[in-house]
């Protein structure tokens, strides 16, 4: 395996039980309790209405969720088919460019992309793609890998095509190091969602966003709370998905 | 096939190897070279060779595994050289010299999977796992839910072996199965291995780097050089009476007359007289005449009384297995 296969996160790193969801809640209680005493002027109380503040996470939600989504569905498949014999030339540049793609700024690929395409919520989400399907795709290309040879030979040996191998023996064991990839997707894709109030999709970088355009320190704050509290939920989330779908066994 | 041609094997050969060669891309000496063997129906063959000499490669040309760069590979009188390898594994039971089995299934699901494979049906699938585990020696309800890692490394080789017998192939082909397994454990294996096939009498091509393995258990051995010269391929007592050449007679080591005591058995020795009443040991016509002579000398005494298998007892003295030990030469066992 290349240098470059081994930035990593550990597979099945374990659930830190409840502390995670328990702070993301703290911080929110907290934050809303602030709101709730604190004297807001006319634009603080208008960007930081209820229905504003869920309209803004929703948005970033929906971003997340379908970025993620796209993620999994172009960066697994492709994962598998470079790791096939016959695209064993390809695995390495194609790793190499996507490596290269990462040093890119999220905030450049936006920007970019906005100005050569147009904004709203589908670029958005092409953006947040692009920048998020190199863990997923690298950590499958490494699952895939790192399943001992001798298992797989076995089953070709008892006369399992290579789909049947495929499915059965090498995607079950490379579960773990999938889901660790998907789960660091998932958490670039909450940071990198909030750039996505540049191209006109909303979500809870258009709160940080406006309080720094009005210099209202408590929409900001808001808007960061919200950010970390959801990270934190979202890892908290994977990691569960993560211990229900490792095989038992291993 | 329809059409034999004139290299169509008789019928009691099973496995037939015809100029049998492999060069792995990129290298440019031959693992395995222009190989030709036949191995008979229900017969236990035994490759032994140092390491690199090319006898994996060889196992798994036989499954296709490894597709042959040169040759042609009969069994049971087919031509398989280029028929589908997917099928023709199912037919095939191999147990790989890593044993392989599939962490994230139980014993029963890594045992049943060539039934899966072959359609079987679920009860079907069920008592064929119960049965093969028995065989093994495992009990299927301490057994059968476990997962590989809470095996012991002896365990997980026999559910490799039950594994490889689900499908009940015609042939088996064995990688050094008993590799990985302390001495003691493994000599019960190997007997329990020697029982089982009395049982089921596959054909078997069973690979390992032990001369002594190979003088246990194999009917004949193939005993190879580099390059997968095949240097003798003849019965264990042959091998240990007349070696071909002194290749063989270094591969075999020291000692072979009297590790050829151990392949003859008190039954191959003929004559013996009435039995004395004094001290003299007791052995069975089953004993080999290692294990016989053994007791003598433990003893302090050289006669013996041969009791059991029907034949009425007899007398053997030391001198009776010397001669005898000394007359048997590369006749089977
Ligand atoms: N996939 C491969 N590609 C290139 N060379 C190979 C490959 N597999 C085996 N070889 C070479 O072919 C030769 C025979 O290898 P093989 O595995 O058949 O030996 P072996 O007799 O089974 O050895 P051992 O007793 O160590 O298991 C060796 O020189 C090995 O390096
Ligand atoms: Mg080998």
Redesign the interface.
Known sequence: MSAADTVTVEAGAPVRGWALPAIAVTLVAGMFGYLHTAHLDSIEARLLATDEILARTVEHVRLVAASTAAVIVIAVPLGVLLTRRRARLLAAPVLALANAGQAIPSIGVLVLLAILFDVGFAMAVIALVAYAALPVLRNTMIGLRQVDRSVIDAGRGMGMSPLQVLLKIELPLAVPVMIAGIRIALILNVGVATLATYTNAGGLGSLIESGIVFNRMPVLMTGSVLTVALALLVDWLAGLTEQVLRPRGL | MTDPTPSTPPPDVMIRLEGLAKRYPGQSADAVSALSMDIRRGEFVVFVGPSGCGKTTTLRMI?R?VEPSAGRIWIDGEDVTDVDP?????RIG?V???????????VAQNVG??PR?LGWDKARIRDRVDELLDLVGLDPAVFRDR???QLSGGQQQRVGVA?ALAGDPPVMLMDEPFGAIDPITRDRLQDEFLKLQERIRKTIVFVTHDIDEALKLGDRIAIFGEGSRLAQFATPLEILSAPADDYVRSFVGSGAAIRRLGLLRVADIPGGGTPPSDGAVRVTEDHTVYAALEKMLESGTDRMVVGGNGRGERSLTLRDLLLAAARAKGEPR
Do not use: A, C, E, F
């Not at chain 2, 790989?96 to 139980?106: D, E, F, K, N, S």
């Open positions: 499954n595994l997917d099928r023709l594994r199912r191999y790989i010299q890593q044993i392989g089995l599939i962490p994230h299934m139980t999977l060539v494979l997962y590989p890692k594994r």
